[in-house]
């Protein structure tokens, strides 16, 4: 957007350099919020209604200061892109509701969950403080997601959980055994 070329200046300015390089697409903060970014600005909380139900609330959001036409362009898109309206959610819940169902399949529970698509492209990268991958498609999100989840599921209490940045390898990463949920 040009709007964004406008500001970058003033976004570096005020959060630094080291975000230069960076335009993520989709983000997550454990255990419940996430952003989405590309088709609008959006921002989730997922709210977990039970074993295969949750429901979430988005927001779009575009910077007080872009022009009219700017917002309105970004609310449209995000209306029509994303929500319970959108042309992609429509199609992504179709997805998630069938991997839930196929999820419960008496073969699928014989097998553990594969999330190793990416694997091996992560590294620590020091400037962003973060795991970082080289490889456009990849599952870093998901396995670091559950990865957390089964520590928390784990833990006898709260003593025993790292509150810290965590940083695995690569090889940490394949020798994971992924839960069944």
């Known amino acids: 957007m040009d709007c964004e070329e406008q500001?970058?200046?003033?976004?570096?300015?005020?959060?630094?350099?080291?975000?230069?390089?960076?335009?993520?697409?989709?983000?997550?903060?454990?255990?419940?919020?996430?952003?989405?970014?590309?088709?609008?600005?959006?921002?989730?909380?997922?709210?977990?209604?039970?074993?295969?139900?949750?429901?979430?609330?988005e927001y779009n959001y575009v910077d007080r200061a872009a022009p009219p036409e700017v917002k309105e362009a970004s609310r449209l898109s995000g209306v029509r892109g994303l929500g319970p309206s959108g042309t992609f959610e429509q199609d992504d819940m179709d997805n998630w509701q069938e991997c839930t169902v196929t999820a419960r399949g008496t073969v699928s529970r014989r097998y553990p969950m594969n999330v190793q698509m990416g694997l091996g492209h992560e590294s620590y990268d020091h400037d962003l403080q973060g795991l970082t991958s080289d490889s456009k498609y990849k599952e870093s999100n998901l396995r670091a997601f559950y990865t957390r989840w089964a520590e928390l599921m784990d833990a006898q209490d709260w003593s025993e959980l790292n509150v810290g940045p965590k940083v695995m390898s690569a090889d940490d990463l394949m020798s994971l055994e992924y839960k069944s949920i």
């Open 7 to 57: 500001t970058k200046e003033e976004v570096l300015s005020r959060l630094g350099t080291r975000l230069s390089g960076m335009k993520p697409l989709v983000g997550n903060a454990f255990p419940d919020f996430s952003m989405v970014r590309g088709i609008a600005n959006s921002l989730r909380v997922w709210h977990p209604k039970g074993p295969d139900k949750t429901e979430v609330w």
